[in-house]
C-alpha cells in the first residue's frame, strides 16, 4: 500500500478472550469448539455451518466446521503487528458477528459494559493508532441500551456502535428501534451496520456443503445488508432520524447497484402511491445515499467500487480489511494478505493510484468522518 498516504482500516474486528470464554461455553452456533481432526479450535459462527457442525461432532474423520480461531482473531498485539505489516495507520476496532445478539437480558447489558470497556482500554494501549465503534446490549431493556449509549458516548476513543440487522429482533424498521436510532444519533455516535445472517439455508440448494462459505459470505451478507437498510428506507427511519449516519459494510451490500431498481418500484407501487407514501419532497434512496450514508471500501473490485462512488462519493467511502477474516490459506499470516491487497488496489484502479481521491478512500475520508484527528 502506498507509503505516502494516511491509511485508515474502519472495517477490522476483535473477539476479545473474554468472549471467546462465552463461545466456549455454548453447544449452539455462535460456538468455539475443539475438533480431533484439526490443531486449533474451531470458531463456527454462522448458521450455513450447522450442517457441517453436526457432520463433524458425529464423524471425527468429517471436515472440521467453521474457520480456525488463531491469535489473530483475540490478541491485540496481533492487531498492531497485522497494522504494521500492511502500513495501516490507524484502525477502527469492533466487536465481530454476533456482537451480543445471542445473550439474554440477564447478560447482555453487563457484558456489554465490560466489552465496551475492554475495547477502550485496547484503544488507550495505543493512543492515536486505535479507535473503536462500540457494542450495543440490544437484546437488554431499553433503559440499560441507552445507558450503554450513554458510556460509549463518553469513552475517549469510542466513534460509533457496530450493529446487526436483526435490532431488537425484528429488523432495523422496527418502530421500537427509533428512540434507539435517535440516542445514537444524538451521541453524534456513527452506526456501522454489518450483516450476520445472511440468507435462509435453503435458498443455497441441498449442494450447498459443496461450496464451502462462497453462498452465504459473498451473497448471503451483501443481500442481508441490502434488504436490512432499504427496509429502513420504506419505513421512514432516514427521514425520522435525520441525524442517523450509518457506515455500511461491504459497500452497501449491493445497495448502490440496486438503487435504482429500489426507486423505480417505489414509483410504480400502486400501494404507495394510493396510501401518498411517493410524493413531492420525498427524498430518495439516492439521497439518503448522499446525505446520510457511508460506505466502506471492502468489495474487492473496482467493479462494485465504482458503483459505491456513484451512488455516495468519493468522499464517502473509507478504506477497511475485515481483518481477521479472510485470512491467506496458502501462505504465512504474518505476511500481507491476498484479502488486503486486493481492497487497496480495487480503490486504486477505481479512482486512480496516488489521485486526491484515493488518498480520501484510503484515509483521509476516515479521519475527517469520523473525528480522528480530534484530540483523543
Ligand atoms: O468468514 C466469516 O464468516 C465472516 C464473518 O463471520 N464476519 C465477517 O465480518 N466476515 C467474514
Redesign the pocket.
Known amino acids: 500500500m502506498a507509503s505516502n498516504t494516511t491509511v485508515v482500516d474502519i472495517?477490522t474486528?476483535m473477539y476479545p478472550p473474554s468472549y471467546v470464554e462465552i463461545l466456549q461455553s455454548r453447544t449452539a452456533i455462535p460456538l468455539v469448539r475443539s475438533f480431533p481432526q484439526a490443531p486449533d479450535p474451531r470458531l463456527i459462527?454462522?448458521q450455513a455451518e450447522a450442517e457441517a457442525l453436526d457432520d463433524a461432532l458425529r464423524d471425527p474423520a468429517a471436515k472440521p466446521p467453521g474457520?480456525p480461531l488463531t491469535s489473530h482473531y483475540t490478541s491485540l498485539d496481533q492487531k498492531i503487528r497485522f497494522m504494521d505489516t500492511h502500513r495501516i495507520d490507524v484502525s477502527v476496532i469492533s466487536l465481530?458477528?454476533p456482537w451480543l445478539d445471542f445473550l439474554d437480558a440477564s447478560q447482555s447489558g453487563a457484558f456489554g459494559r465490560s466489552v465496551n470497556a475492554e475495547f477502550s482500554d485496547m484503544c488507550g494501549r495505543h493512543p492515536g493508532r486505535l479507535f473503536f465503534f462500540g457494542t450495543l446490549p440490544l437484546t437488554a431493556p431499553l433503559e440499560t441500551v441507552r445507558g450503554s449509549i450513554g458510556q460509549l458516548k463518553h469513552l475517549k476513543y469510542c466513534r460509533g456502535v457496530i450493529l446487526g440487522t436483526s435490532g431488537l429482533g425484528k429488523g432495523l424498521d422496527d418502530p421500537d428501534l427509533l428512540p434507539i436510532f435517535e440516542a445514537v444519533a444524538a451521541a453524534r455516535l456513527t452506526v456501522f451496520l454489518?450483516?450476520?445472517y445472511g440468507l435462509p439455508n435453503d435458498v443455497w440448494g441441498p449442494r450447498a456443503a459443496e461450496y464451502g462459505?462462497v453462498l452465504?459470505?459473498a451473497l448471503g451478507?451483501p443481500m442481508e445488508t441490502t434488504i436490512a437498510v432499504t427496509r429502513m428506507y420504506l419505513a421512514g427511519v432516514f427521514d425520522k432520524v435525520r441525524d442517523l449516519r450509518m457506515i455500511l459494510?461491504h459497500s452497501g451490500g449491493t445497495l448502490p447497484f440496486l438503487a435504482g431498481r429500489i426507486e423505480s418500484c417505489i414509483l410504480h407501487d400502486g400501494q404507495l402511491v394510493r396510501e401518498a407514501k411517493v410524493g413531492r419532497g420525498r427524498r430518495t434512496v439516492w439521497d439518503v445515499l448522499k446525505e446520510q450514508v457511508y460506505l466502506d471500501a471492502v468489495i474487492y473490485s473496482d467493479v462494485g467500487l465504482k458503483a459505491a462512488i456513484d451512488a455516495s462519493g468519493a468522499d464517502r467511502l473509507m478504506f477497511g480489511t475485515?481483518h481477521p477474516?479472510?485470512p491467506p490459506l496458502t501462505t504465512d499470516e504474518q505476511g500481507e494478505w491476498e484479502s488486503v491487497g486486493l481492497n487497496a488496489a480495487a480503490v486504486a484502479k477505481a479512482v486512480g493510484e496516488g489521485s486526491v481521491e484515493a488518498k480520501a478512500c484510503m484515509g483521509l475520508n476516515a479521519v475527517r468522518i469520523l473525528g480522528l484527528r480530534e484530540k483523543p
Do not use: K, T, V, Y
Request: net charge neutral; no cysteine.
Open positions: 472495517h474486528h459462527l454462522l474457520r465481530a458477528n454489518h450483516p450476520h462459505h452465504p459470505l451478507f459494510a475485515d477474516f479472510f
